[in-house]
């Protein structure tokens, strides 16, 4: 998992890395907004960022605030880096879309708990908008196979959107990806098959008569 650190003091830099790194996640490390902005827009970006309050180029809040308003931003868990402890400044940073805060000088337990709750959520996220892709695409072919099918009243084929007459299974393999086994109904067995197994039978047995 990729973590994004943005931090302009050298040593808190060099400490998260360690850390991070040492728990076996993938490091970003830059020291100013401006650069952790650039990598937050791209298609292959961190999905946890520990971002400064307070650093060049853009502080923490103002990244927070820009990545709420990117698409699938609920994928970007961000932690707010910040040495105010007052409730008001952090209130502040979660008002501009931070997910958590750490204060500094950090415990380093605190931060891998905090670390590790923003990958859970994360992933979570993830599984639940995988999920809702599927159930969109399912309700697209249920909508596809509400609408009226012009059927044949005597073979039983289906006419499609381009005026073409097609045999059920393949109109309903090709718009609603089934695929089909094929069996004999009772109904149909007595109707069609059971007949010419008694035909069969009573051909042979003229056949062996003849014979004798």
Known sequence: MKILIADDDFLTRQMLQFLLQKWEYEVIVVNDGAQAWQILQTEDRPIVAILDRVMPGMEGTEICRKI?????AELIYVILLTCRGHKNDI????????????????????LRARVEVGRKIIELQSALAERVKQLEEAMEHVKMLQNFLPICSYCK?????????QQLEFYFATHADIKFSHGICPDCYEKYIKPEMDELKKLNTVSGQSKK
């Open 68 to 72: 709420r308003e990117l698409p699938h």
């Open 91 to 110: 209130v502040e940073g979660l008002e501009s879309g931070a997910n958590d805060y750490i204060t500094k000088p950090f415990y380093y337990r605190e």
């Open 157 to 165: 084929k289906i006419r499609d959107d381009q005026n073409y007459w």
